[in-house]
């Protein structure tokens, strides 16, 4: 029932950008907190991103401050990463992941893997020099 598809993914030069999308469905959207992390090959899946489903509260890793930009469409239970001034060490496979708003509660919560219920596929993110 439920469901996270993300997409958008693909090769872009240092300095471009992409928009990731992640739609969801079979659970209350504005109950839950959409993230997105990424894992790049031979490291950690880490939290790159985070909005609250509710009142569209974000999060933001330091290393993507001020170049990405989550956003959401919550008719279309629909969550977005615009992926601006891109770096080669951007290049991850990016997974959407769906939490109870609760996590948001805490300081470090948005980024918390354990702690999202629901996980979609990856898409792929390539950046070159």
């Known amino acids: 029932e439920v469901q996270l598809q993300a997409s958008g993914g693909g090769l872009a030069q240092a300095g471009g950008s992409l928009r990731l999308s992640c739609v969801a469905s079979?659970?209350?959207?504005?109950?839950?907190?959409i993230g997105w992390f990424r894992q790049a090959p031979g490291k950690e899946r880490e939290g790159v991103s985070s909005?609250?489903?509710?009142?569209?509260?974000?999060y933001y890793s330091d290393s993507v401050k001020g170049r990405f930009t989550i956003s959401s469409d919550n008719a279309k239970n629909t969550v977005y990463l615009l992926m601006n001034s891109l770096k080669p060490e951007d290049t991850a496979v990016y997974y959407c992941?769906?939490?109870?708003?609760?996590?948001?509660?805490?300081?470090?919560?948005?980024?918390?893997?354990?702690?999202?219920?629901?996980w979609g596929q990856g898409t792929q993110v390539t950046v070159s020099s």
């Open positions: 079979g659970f209350p959207f504005d109950e839950y907190a």
């Open positions: 909005i609250d489903g509710s009142n569209g509260d974000t």
């Open positions: 992941a769906a939490g109870f708003r609760r996590i948001l509660k805490y300081g470090r919560g948005w980024s918390i893997k354990a702690w999202y219920d629901h």
